[in-house]
């Protein structure tokens, strides 16, 4: 595996060919974003000559691409950092609730968060919010469907999560540009503009 600032690839060898899979920095959260395959070096021409064969692509090892990229360093430190950063949106978003309830405030912290949960990759984003905010799962959903039809979160067809709307974005300007003794923390959408 090799590691620089733009992001990670692994290497597997299948027979004549060399096929390398990328991720950006970030946290890991599935497949790779690039994959090439190439000729070995001291690949025999009789196996390349035909070119790939779909042999070559059922025989690629992604699952153990996945897990090998998922150890890098980086990877780490980034999906820490994320997570960090997802925990204390979710807590701003439970201290928020507790002392203003379902305010609009509030209904824009939780669907960033949200939004920034799924987009990370968060196998179950309404649970991890439920426990950072002390509420039932059930209530969380009630509140991010109250988010949506407020306008507060938008949907993406086929993708779990959603849209942060510009409705959203300027209801956190103002959290974040007023003196909040919550200690509120806005989470990114990007899991990767989280790496330092």
């Known amino acids: 595996m090799q590691e620089d600032e733009s992001g990670f690839e692994v290497t597997q060898l299948q027979g004549g ?13 599935g497949g790779p974003q690039r ?13 390349i000559v035909r070119g790939i064969s779909t042999t070559v692509l059922r025989r690629l090892d992604l699952s153990a691409a996945v897990n090998l990229a998922k150890t890098a360093p980086k990877a780490q430190e980034t999906l820490e950092n994320v997570t960090r950063e997802l925990d204390a949106g979710g807590e701003a978003a439970g201290r928020l609730l507790a002392s ?12 960033a968060t949200y939004a920034a949960m799924a987009e990370s ?7 991890w919010l439920a426990r950072l905010i002390d509420r039932r799962p059930e209530t969380i959903k009630d509140h991010l469907k109250k988010a949506r039809r407020d306008g507060y979160l938008g949907t993406v067809a086929g993708k779990a999560g959603g849209d942060v709307t510009d409705k959203t974005k300027a ?14 923390s806005m989470p990114t959408t990007d899991p990767a503009s989280s790496t330092s």
């Open 171 to 184: 209801v956190l300007k103002s959290i974040s540009s007023t003196d909040s003794p919550a200690g509120i």
């Open 17 to 29: 060919w060399v096929i390398r899979m990328w991720w950006p920095a970030g946290p890991i959260t």
């Open 121 to 127: 990759g968060a196998p179950a984003p309404v649970p």
């Open 100 to 111: 203003e309830g379902v305010s609009d405030r509030y209904l824009a912290l939780l669907a």
């Open 35 to 47: 994959i090439t395959v190439e000729p070995a070096e001291d690949a025999e021409t009789r196996d």
